[in-house]
């Protein structure tokens, strides 16, 4: 058996320490599945350092790092970063953009809205399209109307949302919420 002494500075310098210790890598990192977002992204980033695009590295960095801190949170122990989890940070970032918009343009900054726009625009484009307020209107009354909530109110939100089975992904809850609220009232009204 050949062996020989190697420095720990040797292996910080070379990477290969990194690649020895690669049990602190998260699951998900090590399991690429070709076709996945994950992998979409991971490709993306290295696509934006070859063309020097810093927006589209940053968000996508961000993203990442956003996947990474789900994966290793000690509440959400089954994170596989599926597409839907990653349909759903990413949505979550999305509302972190929109909030930041309204902020600076309430501050009158319109240097910053432009950016938060171009992110906001690069993160929608890892969604799939999303369903139209009507399209969510369609399902929520079939919904009522299949399990008979014809007098359902405000106080039946819940269980309504509990029966809706929409794709996080392509109808983001918020929207959702909002949707059935508007329904419900209309309902009352007419």
Known sequence: MFSFLVS???LRSSN????????????FLSEDVDGSL????KFDVKDAMKNKDQLKLNVIRGLLSDITYASKSPTSKSFSASDNEI???INRAINRRQESIDQFS???RLDLVENESSELLLLNSYLPKQMSVQEIELEVVKVIDHFDLGDAGIKDLGKILKKLNLDNARAPKKTVVEVVKKVLSSRKTG
């Open 8 to 10: 720990r500075s040797f």
């Open 16 to 27: 290969l320490l990194f690649s020895v210790s690669n049990n602190f890598r998260p699951r």
């Open 38 to 41: 994950l992998s979409r992204l």
């Open 87 to 89: 349909y759903e940070i």
């Open 106 to 108: 309430r501050a009158n």
